[in-house]
């Protein structure tokens, strides 16, 4: 039982904003992991919480300065992670009290993602949210078809799928299809369409950086270069779980979803490796980008033309977006 000059001091709530759970009565000089157990929130610390693995990190939202200062096993792991400052390590990371403290987790409990998978299934997603979608597709697939053996050929689309799926995973992304050499995915979900958009286009730069290291290794050992094309749109799209009562899952239906498709398909006349709509690009910080001029594209299925500019990377400076 808690004395009464504790329930007389100011209330200190730490919030799971991922689990949609607080820690009410925060005693100071506990860490983030102590007070998750303390009130049955999971949290993965696949070493115990001994400050020797980065499973428990979280991302603080708010309240960053009602915590103590990195301890050096934290500031070890951060400087190899190359973590900013608002990821911190949930085992090594005591509050101070003295105000209200908002996280989320980085890494989602497995017994946190089955409750989620069966709810999917049993209550589905449908609705009508506004998402950003990507699809990127690797280029001179065919002639790496008909040159190579099978075997061979799936080895390689297996380091390929791997290669992106971690780019796309690394900014919160999810990916609903791959077939054949293309793969899509979904940003913002679970975010605004601010940052679902800026997700979806760092995600797409980190695709296209992993793809060139495959690519160099690829060559030396099959003669293969690798290269994508990858188109990106923001808008409404219809969600829901999609296929057999056994097997069902995350798809995505309407205009958002042909026209993200049909961008990735113009690079190949643009001459561009990355082509972002206007309705995305509207939502970013156009100084964060080196952006090529806006095009006007006429896109096959789609009846009106779409605005789209190329992203070349990221700006050094604002004076290099175009």
């Known amino acids: 039982m808690r004395d009464s000059n504790h329930y007389n001091s100011p209330i200190s709530v730490l919030t799971f904003d991922c689990a949609g759970q607080s820690c009410l009565w925060v005693e100071p000089n506990t860490t983030l992991l102590e007070l998750a157990q303390r ?9 115990g919480g001994k400050g020797v693995c980065s ?6 939202l708010e309240g960053v300065e009602h915590l103590a200062a990195p301890t050096e096993a934290e500031q070890r792991i951060a400087q190899r992670r190359g973590w900013g400052a608002e990821i911190r390590l949930a085992c090594e990371t005591r509050f101070c009290g003295g105000g209200p403290v908002r996280l989320r987790r980085l890494i989602t409990p497995p017994e946190e993602r089955k409750k989620q998978r069966r709810l999917e299934k049993q209550q589905g997603l449908g609705r009508i949210q506004p998402l950003a979608v990507l699809f990127a597709d690797m280029r001179n697939f065919t002639p790496i078809t008909e040159e190579n053996p ?40 679970e975010d605004d369409p601010h940052v679902a958009c800026r997700q979806a286009v ?33 808008g409404p799209v219809i969600v829901g779980m999609v296929g057999p009562a056994n097997d069902l899952r995350l798809g995505l239906v309407g205009d958002t979803v042909n026209v993200a498709s049909r961008l990735q398909s113009a ?19 156009p100084s964060r980008y080196q952006l090529g001029p806006v095009q006007s594209l ?17 700006a050094a400076d ?3 977006s175009a």
């Open 318 to 320: 604002p004076a290099q």
């Open 39 to 47: 009130d049955d929130i999971p949290h993965v610390a696949a070493c």
């Open 202 to 234: 760092d995600a797409a730069l980190q695709m296209q950086h992993n793809l060139s290291v495959l690519s160099r290794t690829i060559e030396q050992e099959f003669g293969v270069q690798l290269s994508i094309g990858i188109g990106v749109h923001f």
């Open 150 to 189: 099978a075997f061979d050929v799936v080895y390689i689309l297996n380091r390929y799928f791997t290669a992106l799926e971690r780019a796309i995973g690394a900014h919160q992304g999810r990916v609903n299809l791959w077939v054949g050499d293309e793969i899509s995915a979904v940003f913002g979900l």
């Open 55 to 60: 499973t428990c990190r979280v991302e603080v």
């Open 267 to 285: 690079t190949r006349a643009t001459g561009d490796d990355l082509l972002v709509s206007a309705s995305a690009l509207e939502l970013l910080d």
């Open 298 to 314: 006429d896109l096959k299925g789609v009846k009106a033309r779409v605005e789209a500019r190329a992203v070349r990377g990221l």
